[in-house]
């Protein structure tokens, strides 16, 4: 399995788990080394994490490129996930979008969820300043009032919030993203509280979820 990681900060965490339960051998690529994408077809699945960056800023070198390559993944018939930036990368590489939020999505929430044996209704993490606009042809399988979360093409899912979150990957983001919560009106203490309360559920919800993502897609469409 192939893990697209943008940087250090937001690597797989409890997914990385679920792939060594499953008997996955991890491959972690550092987008922003630009050695070049390997063929996705050596993998049996392509997952593309989370970034600070936004999906929409063609100044990143590593940016197209890393959009061709989820194109030719998802062509290819190679599964590929997608979480948060990485699915909204995934939803511009397949014809969708990405719109700037009107207020800024940070903490645990329930999405209203289509398909609740796929995609339980949570509570799941966000962190995130955009979202999704799902491909035309995609079916959108969760979702907020007024964006999707989750959607499905072919073998190729996105989910908008992160299923893959520990105490120690908030605590992170909480240490580089001060600013960002002052600024949004979060209290951190508040947010790191409620995702320790969360925390006994959080690995098996992202081992379910992956469990019934890897079924559905191995299953075929």
């Given at each position: 399995m192939l893990v697209l990681r943008h940087d250090e900060a937001d690597g797989p965490?409890?997914?990385?788990?679920w792939l060594r339960a499953g008997g996955f051998r991890e491959h972690v690529f550092d987008v922003r080394a630009l050695r070049g994408f390997p063929d996705p077809d050596r993998f049996?699945?392509?997952?593309a994490m989370g970034s600070d960056e936004c999906a929409l800023d063609t100044s990143l070198e590593w940016l197209e490129p890393e959009r061709s390559f989820l194109l030719a993944a998802h062509a290819a018939g190679v599964p590929v996930i997608g979480v948060c930036f990485g699915a909204q990368l995934l939803a511009r590489a397949l014809g969708g979008g990405v719109v700037p939020n009107a207020v800024v999505e940070i903490g645990w929430s329930r999405v209203d969820t289509r398909a609740p044996l796929l995609i339980?209704?949570?509570?799941?993490?966000?962190?995130h300043y955009d979202s999704i606009i799902?491909?035309?042809?995609a079916d959108v399988l969760a979702g907020t009032p007024d964006r999707a979360q989750a959607?499905?093409?072919g073998s190729s899912l996105g989910l908008q919030f992160h299923p893959e979150v520990d105490v120690s990957t908030v605590r992170r983001w909480i240490e580089l993203g001060s600013?960002?919560?002052v600024h949004a009106g979060i209290d951190e203490r508040s947010l790191l509280t409620a995702t320790e309360a969360h925390s006994p559920a959080a690995g098996p919800?992202?081992?379910?979820?992956?469990?019934?993502i890897w079924e559905r897609v191995a299953a075929g469409p």
């Amino acid at each position: 399995m192939l893990v697209l990681r943008h940087d250090e900060a937001d690597g797989p965490a409890l997914i990385s788990g679920w792939l060594r339960a499953g008997g996955f051998r991890e491959h972690v690529f550092d987008v922003r080394a630009l050695r070049g994408f390997p063929d996705p077809d050596r993998f049996a699945l392509v997952v593309a994490m989370g970034s600070d960056e936004c999906a929409l800023d063609t100044s990143l070198e590593w940016l197209e490129p890393e959009r061709s390559f989820l194109l030719a993944a998802h062509a290819a018939g190679v599964p590929v996930i997608g979480v948060c930036f990485g699915a909204q990368l995934l939803a511009r590489a397949l014809g969708g979008g990405v719109v700037p939020n009107a207020v800024v999505e940070i903490g645990w929430s329930r999405v209203d969820t289509r398909a609740p044996l796929l995609i339980p209704p949570g509570p799941w993490f966000q962190w995130h300043y955009d979202s999704i606009i799902a491909p035309p042809e995609a079916d959108v399988l969760a979702g907020t009032p007024d964006r999707a979360q989750a959607f499905a093409l072919g073998s190729s899912l996105g989910l908008q919030f992160h299923p893959e979150v520990d105490v120690s990957t908030v605590r992170r983001w909480i240490e580089l993203g001060s600013a960002q919560l002052v600024h949004a009106g979060i209290d951190e203490r508040s947010l790191l509280t409620a995702t320790e309360a969360h925390s006994p559920a959080a690995g098996p919800n992202c081992h379910y979820l992956l469990a019934r993502i890897w079924e559905r897609v191995a299953a075929g469409p």
